[in-house]
């Protein structure tokens, strides 16, 4: 059974940071790349990151470069977002997703992911 999981959202202030962990279960990371994307009220799902461990490649959407950083972690089935420098636009739910495109997860598109967790809320606010 294929499962995504995330954890570690919260309330954070202005320039704090946070760790978000997708943990993932009925695959591994070598099978699947896995994209973070994140959804704030009112507006589109958007694609944050993406990584393919089978093919080596990490990706950044240009709002979040530099400030996040995602990891795969094949012993623990997991993979991490850190987020540094956190502002008030980060705010959002983030959900972890998976896909077998591993040369196209950085397009982003939804419909191109097969399997999402349930998504954690992160909250950026003073």
């Known amino acids: 059974q294929v499962q995504l999981v995330e954890s570690g959202g919260g309330l954070v202030p202005p320039g704090g940071s946070l760790r978000l962990s997708c943990a993932v279960s009925g695959f591994t990371l070598d099978d699947y790349a896995i994209g973070w994307f994140r959804q704030a009220p009112g507006k589109e799902r958007e694609g944050v990151s993406c990584i393919s461990n089978r093919i080596g490649s990490l990706n950044y959407a240009d709002s979040v470069k530099g400030r996040f950083t995602i990891s795969g972690d094949n012993a623990k089935n997991t993979v991490y977002l850190q987020m540094n420098s956190l502002n008030p636009e980060d705010t959002a739910t983030y959900y972890c997703?998976?896909?077998?495109?591993?040369?196209?997860?950085?397009?982003?598109?939804?419909?191109?992911?097969?399997?999402w967790g349930q998504g954690t809320q992160v909250t950026v606010s003073s």
């Open positions: 997703a998976a896909t077998r495109g591993h040369y196209y997860c950085s397009n982003y598109v939804p419909s191109e992911y097969d399997y």
